[in-house]
């Protein structure tokens, strides 16, 4: 199995790659990046598959994104299930990871991985898929809903524009796709969602739809260790009398 990178000239300059490859079987005990209680959930070997295949191109990307041991990281992921990069609890580690986002579709994954201070989101469906025009109504309303089935904006790349733009907000379904107004211009294109703007790239090739959201992160993961270094760091500017280490005085010196 092959994985193809692309490094993206994004507007504003964030580093960022976009990797796929064909979904196939892989044997988890090779990757370092796998949900073993995740993986047990699954009820056929598609979804195994899919899985696998996503976790094996992210660890091919990060290997491509260089200065990541990706057995010091794990895969974790919000309450809206958002999946981000984190050092192994315990290690105490603080590399500046890069955001991620991640998708599959029939044979296709993808990965996405944008540099710490971005937030990012991938989506990609098969060129050939015809979306049910009773779709329409689930994605959207108003002018954006009667442009759809006047066939003045394409249906797919709407789908996929909001599929991307949930991802790079880490909402997922909790932000409503019909909340989410494509413009007619299919090429490029800007979304405001509450106070953040997301750009937006049409990345289509080898008979995917594939489109990317993009924009800066208004709201980082943290991580517990994160709030006890910062809590510590706030102890020590408050308190001249905080030392590191032991200090001692020798009486009669």
């Not at 994104?65 to 309450?79: A, F």
């Not at 107004?181 to 049409?202: G, P, W």
Request: aromatic share 6%; hydrophobic share 40%.
């Amino acid at each position: 199995m092959q994985a193809l990178f692309r490094w993206l000239d994004l507007n504003e300059g964030p580093r960022c790659l976009l990797a796929t490859c064909s979904i196939g079987k892989h044997d988890p005990s090779t990757l370092s990046l796998i949900d073993w209680d995740e993986l047990r959930t699954f009820k056929t070997q598609k979804r195994t598959n899919e899985h696998l295949s996503a976790r094996w191109l992210l660890q091919k990307a990060l290997g491509q994104w260089g200065g990541i041991d990706c057995n010091q990281i794990s895969v974790d992921r919000t309450e809206q299930r958002a999946p981000y990069l984190k050092a192994i609890q315990g290690l105490w580690l603080h590399p500046k990871l890069p955001n991620i986002s991640i998708s599959h579709s029939e044979n296709l994954a993808c990965v996405a991985l944008v540099e710490c201070g971005w937030t990012v989101g991938v989506d990609a469906e098969p060129l050939e898929r015809e979306l049910r025009t009773a779709m329409y109504d689930m994605m959207a309303k108003g002018e954006e809903l009667l442009r759809l089935r006047a066939g003045q904006v394409d249906a797919l790349w709407t789908w996929t524009v909001k599929e991307a733009v949930q991802k790079a907000t880490r909402m997922g379904m909790h932000l409503n796709p019909r909340d989410i107004v494509v413009r007619a211009d299919n090429k490029r294109n800007k979304i405001s969602i509450e106070n953040s703007i997301f750009q937006l790239e049409n990345l289509t090739n080898d008979g995917y739809c594939i489109t990317l959201a993009w924009g800066p992160d208004g709201n980082p993961i943290r991580s517990l260790e994160d709030d006890v270094l910062d809590a510590t760091r706030e102890a020590m500017s408050l308190n001249d009398a905080w030392t590191v280490g032991c200090s001692s005085v020798r009486k009669n010196a």
